[in-house]
Structures are given as structure tokens and as C-alpha cells.
């Protein structure tokens, strides 16, 4: 779903922060924000009604999308200096504040991984690729398993454990 390539702070075995853009410019002179978003797309930021910049939590007074960035605006940000001040920031927003049901890729580093009884290793990355996600697994082996059902077939947060089936291509050191 989201994406986010932040380290992991754990907070109740998930992040207690999720990196959602960047400030990448001003837009106007009120304090308005552009920023590029990171999630799956720009309109799932305007779902938010508060975020935390530089360490900061902010109410969202508005968002609105242009193009490929979301044009953000925030309380006690009301010149365009305070908003050129916060270029190149991170906009994140809280962890409670969005779906159990939704797992992001940051969170699943760490994860223990097992097809059936057997431990094949922890999720050490994450990989974008179009059409899906590729979970990159280290143990004994190196294994490249796509984020799809037909592979995927539960993964347990609180746990950190998730359960795969692996098909012959997917260890890396194969022939």
C-alpha cells in the first residue's frame, strides 16, 4: 500500500512514524507546502488531518493535489519564509492514524520468514518493481519472493513472523 523508507522505530512492533513526502518548495505566500509524496498516491495525504515535520506535530489546515505533489498547508505556517524554511523535510504522519490492515515495507524489515516448518531467513529488504513488491530474504539462502497471494500468505506484525511458499527461481544461488 504506502510506501516508506524510513529506518525502524519500533513502537508496538510497528513504526510509530511513517514517512509520507518531502517539502520540495513554497507554493504562494501563506505558508502553503509542495510536497512530493511517497505514498501510492498523492491523494492519500489529504485522508490526514495532522502530520509532524522536523520533529514537530502540525494540524493539517488543507491539502490539495497538483499533478504528482500535494500543495500542504499547516497551522503556524502562514508566510512563505516559515514554508522555504521547511524545505527538504520529511512530512510523516502517525502510525495510529492509519489502517492495521495496512503493512509498510519499513515494518516488515527484521521479519522472520518460513514456508511451512522450515526458517528461511528475515526480510533484510524490500524492492520496487512494477506490478509488485519483492521481499529480498537472508538466512542460509538468499531468496527473491514477489509480495503477491499466490507466495505471501500471511504475515503476523505483532508476531514478526510471515508465511511464504517458495518455488524453484526464487533462491538466488540457485542454478
Known amino acids: 500500500h ?40 498523492p491523494e492519500d495525504l489529504c485522508d490526514f488531518d495532522r502530520c509532524r515535520i522536523d520533529g514537530q506535530e502540525y494540524k493539517i489546515t488543507s491539502c490539495r493535489v497538483q499533478k504528482t505533489c500535494d500543495l500542504l498547508k499547516v497551522d503556524g505556517i502562514d508566510t512563505m519564509e516559515a514554508a522555504q524554511a521547511m524545505r527538504g523535510k520529511a512530512v510523516q504522519l502517525y502510525r495510529e492514524d492509519i489502517s492495521d490492515e495496512i503493512i509498510f515495507a519499513a515494518e516488515l524489515i527484521g521479519m522472520e520468514v518460513f514456508s511451512g516448518d522450515q526458517q528461511l531467513g528475515t526480510i533484510e529488504d524490500v524492492l520496487d518493481y512494477p506490478g509488485n513488491q519483492v521481499y529480498v530474504v537472508r538466512g542460509e539462502h538468499e531468496y527473491l519472493i514477489p509480495a503477491v497471494k499466490a507466495f ?24
Open 2 to 41: 504506502f510506501r516508506s523508507f524510513m529506518t525502524k522505530e519500533l513502537f508496538d512492533m510497528k513504526l510509530q512514524y511513517i514517512d509520507a513526502g518531502e517539502i520540495v518548495t513554497t507554493h504562494g505566500v501563506h505558508g502553503e507546502m509542495k510536497v512530493l509524496c511517497w505514498l501510492d498516491s
Open 152 to 175: 505471501v500468505h500471511s504475515t503476523d506484525l505483532p508476531g514478526n513472523r510471515m508465511e511464504v511458499s517458495v518455488i524453484e527461481g526464487m533462491r538466488s544461488d540457485e542454478d
